[in-house]
Nanobody, 118 residues
Framework: QVQLVESGGGLVQAGGSLRLSCAAS????????MGWYRQAPGKQRELVAG???????NYADSVKGRFTISRDNAKNTVYLQMNSLKPEDTAVYYC????????????WGQGTQVTVSS
């Protein structure tokens, strides 16, 4: 079993920055992809960014150039640096982990609220 614990959410003004962290614990295969999803009220959960254990990254078009995902494999931790935040970035952000044998995320964090005021 794998547990994901997020931290770093909060309230920030438009144009500001936040850094989210997610620490994974439990039985974790070396080859996996960790990512961040978000869900705003009344909307579907969407992928924000993902990073493989080898360091390959992908981003949603809406956050490219503003958000940066990174990971520390030794600590089983993934980060999301969010700059130039906009009110439309307001959502609950969820950390995810997809083992190499799975097509979709298999484990999820509890979510952390990010609110961007205008």
């Amino acid at each position: 079993q794998v547990q994901l614990v997020e931290s770093g959410g909060g309230l920030v003004q438009a144009g500001g920055s936040l850094r989210l962290s997610c620490a994974a614990s439990g039985t974790i295969f070396s080859y996996n992809t960790m990512g961040w999803y978000r869900q705003a009220p009344g909307k579907q959960r969407e992928l924000v960014a993902g990073i493989s254990s080898g360091g390959n990254t992908n981003y949603a078009d809406s956050v490219k150039g503003r958000f940066t995902i990174s990971r520390d494999n030794a600590k089983n931790t993934v980060y999301l640096q969010m700059n130039s935040l906009k009110p439309e970035d307001t959502a609950v952000y969820y950390c995810s982990l997809r083992p190499f044998y799975s097509d979709n995320p298999r484990y999820w964090g509890q979510g952390t609220q990010v609110t961007v005021s205008s």
